[in-house]
């Protein structure tokens, strides 16, 4: 089994930075692509942005093009997102995801075997 924690949310102003990260831990992870969703209160979750594992190649919601980097560490099965001039409406609790079988820009949540807990991220206006 695999298992996904995310962390680094927090409380930041607009204007502000913050940087997630997740930690994959499992017997035999290899997945084809992995991703960050988030969902907003009272929300449904959406795609935030996703990277290949293999290429590097990533994909970003255009809410967060310019804003937002996904990066990923394959020697610690990490993934991050550097979330750069983020504003009121980027509140959210965000999730890490991990799909076994999905490449390409994988932004459907149902392309995902493994999500993380979620980490609060709020932005004060």
């Known amino acids: 089994q695999v298992q996904l924690v995310e962390s680094g949310g927090g409380l930041v102003q607009a204007g502000g930075s913050l940087r997630l990260s997740c930690a994959a831990s499992g017997r035999t992870f290899g997945p084809l692509t992995m991703a960050w969703f988030r969902q907003p209160p009272g929300r449904d979750r959406n795609f935030v942005a996703a990277i290949n594992w293999l290429s590097g190649i990533t994909y970003y919601a255009d809410s967060v093009k310019g804003r937002f980097a996904i990066s990923r560490d394959n020697a610690r099965n990490g993934l991050d997102l550097k979330m750069n001039n983020l504003a009121p409406e980027d509140t959210a609790v965000y999730y890490c995801?991990?799909?076994?079988?999905?490449?390409?820009?994988?932004?459907?949540?149902?392309?995902?075997?493994?999500w993380g807990q979620g980490t609060q991220v709020t932005v004060s206006s």
């Open positions: 995801a991990a799909s076994r079988s999905c490449s390409g820009s994988c932004k459907g949540g149902t392309n995902y075997d493994y």
